[in-house]
């Protein structure tokens, strides 16, 4: 059984919608007892850092997901929920979960901010978050700001608004995408099905 954690942020039910789609079995839920028995979570998220962190604070999940990361069990963390997953934020100068080792930054373009719509991922097809995902399909984007992890090498998708940036992320049983694959048609389906069938 995959959850979805329940912070009061995020399309929970875009994406549970999208999973029962895929005959995944699937719960909604922010009782940490559920999150801890997990076969898998997904951290979804839309809003801002400072909000999304006191969210998870107040309801005692922050090290709930910790832990459950910790024993190896798979995560995905989607838009602001795989930017909470970083060292820290600019949106707020917010501490984040601290999972990946980096900092979430904000555009400095000149085009428009957020990035609103569908833009292109270079992706690894090694990953099994890709697999069956064709190289440089449209995912569909909203956000303001961007993960820069320290480390390159966990980088696995890349898209480019006036600059590269990381829009996917895999570290052993750790994922993020920036986009919403539950709004991504075909290709995020696909990548949500490999998440709930091939790596869960």
């Known amino acids: ?16 919608n999208a999973l029962e789609k895929l005959e995944i079995p ?4 922010s009782d940490p007892t559920v999150i801890k028995n997990a076969q898998g979570l997904i951290l979804p998220g839309v809003g801002a850092a400072g909000e999304g962190m006191r969210n998870l604070q107040q309801r005692g999940l922050e090290k709930v997901i910790v832990e459950y990361v910790r024993s ?21 100068n917010v501490d984040c979960l601290n999972i990946v080792k980096g900092k979430v930054k904000k555009f400095a373009t000149d085009l428009k901010v957020p990035q609103i719509g569908w ?9 099994k978050l890709f697999k069956d995902v064709l190289d440089d399909s449209y995912f ?3 956000h303001s ?10 980088i696995i998708g890349q ?12 570290v052993k049983n750790i994922f993020g995408v920036q986009f919403h694959p539950e709004k991504s048609s075909e290709a995020g389906l696909q990548l949500l099905n490999n998440f709930g069938k091939r790596i869960c």
């Open 1 to 16: 059984m995959i959850t979805i954690i329940d912070y009061g942020l995020g399309n929970l039910t875009s994406v549970k």
């Open 159 to 170: 898209t480019d608004y006036n600059q590269t940036f990381c829009s996917v992320l895999e």
């Open 119 to 127: 833009n292109q991922v270079r992706a690894n097809s090694r990953s």
């Open 72 to 92: 190896g069990k798979p995560l995905l963390g989607i838009c602001l929920g795989m930017q909470l997953l970083f060292s820290q934020s600019e949106e707020g």
């Open 26 to 29: 699937v719960q909604i839920s």
């Open 145 to 154: 700001y961007y993960c820069e992890p320290d480390d390159k090498a966990v």
């Open 140 to 142: 569909y984007f909203v």
